[in-house]
């Protein structure tokens, strides 16, 4: 947000004055940048301190200093400014920056602004709160399912194989948790508090909603599906490059950091796995057998690793291992051979790499 009326637009967020379109206007900005919730919500625990009271003060030369920058000293000097003292009454911030001569708001935007590089750095240091987090974690046997709630109502529901992390009580500031795998999440809706999936390397965000997220370690890539609402995808190492994806669309970070554009899916497939059956469309087939791997807990060995990079696309359910064994060798041109819960795929004339 880069102009007066944007910032008076959060005065009126943080005083619940908003509209519904505004909400979901500061809800995108909210989203659009992890930094700039962590700057809404020191924002917010200055407007909700004990009410102050102004009083002439010797600062008018640093305003007066900062005006003449800003090219509006001639106006600006019929104004005075003030210091501030606690007082009983309390008012809403809302009230102080509306009822303000416009003047003093433009100033305030302007002293703000300068700010903000300040309120980054502290709000990135460590708080005492995330510090004695005391973090939990889930691994998932691989043939089976896990599903539980999260201290905030939000439910989680984890595929075989995944691992998952979270803290047993959020933190004051937001509700961070970590994901290798696939999860299905119904996030409680708490503005003051983004839920935010952390991944090895893509960070998801959200306010409120329903999505599931497809990120293994061994992958890179990470898909989000969104079923309702908005969802923030974007990755680790650069914040502010992010895509938003609504509700009916996909997106996706691929292992060498490209960021796809949102496309519409079919959401019933892209949650199919929760009801044990998953299609992958053009999917390298080393995905294939890894799902295989996870949802029957056997290991696969191939006798040729070229064809782990064949693309298919394939409807496999978890009801028999061998049917999708007998679909994944049809179209490889392969066989396999099973002996317990060790599985060999051949190619013709190659030999068996373990």
Known sequence: MNNNTEWELLAKYLSGECSVSEI?????????????????????????????????????????????????????????????????????????????????RYAAVIIFIILIPSLIYIVSLPHD???????????VEEGKQSQFILSDGTKVILDAGSSFQYPENFS????????????????????????????????????????????????????????????????????????????????????????????????AKSLSWLNGEIYFEDSNLSEVLLQVERWFDVSITLSDSTILNERVSVFIQKKSITDALEIITELTDSQYEQTGNKIIIKSINSTIIR
Request: aromatic share 8%; hydrophobic share 40%.
């Open 172 to 267: 004051e500031t937001d509700r961070k948790v970590k994901l290798n795998g696939e999860a299905y999440f119904e996030v409680t809706h708490n503005l003051k508090k983004p839920f935010v999936v952390n991944t090895i390397n893509a960070i998801v965000k959200v306010l409120g909603t329903k999505f599931n997220v497809r990120a293994w370690e061994n992958n890179k890539n990470v898909k989000v599906a969104v079923t309702e609402g908005k969802v923030s995808l974007g990755k680790v190492s650069e914040k502010s490059d992010t895509i938003l994806i609504s509700k009916g669309f996909t997106g996706e970070l691929l292992s060498d950091g490209s960021l796809m554009p949102p496309k519409p899916i079919d959401v």
């Open 129 to 139: 709160d995330e510090i004695i987090l005391n973090w939990k974690s889930i691994i």
């Open 24 to 104: 979901e206007k500061v809800e995108n900005w909210l989203l659009s940048n992890p930094e700039n919730s962590q700057v809404i919500d020191k924002m917010r625990k200055i407007w909700e301190t004990s009410e102050e009271e102004f009083e002439p003060s010797d600062i008018n030369a640093m305003w007066r200093n900062l005006s003449e920058k800003a090219g509006i000293i001639n106006e600006f000097s019929k104004y005075k400014i003030f210091n501030i003292v606690p007082q009983k009454n309390k008012k809403s911030w809302s009230d102080i920056l509306l009822n303000t001569p416009k003047l003093l």
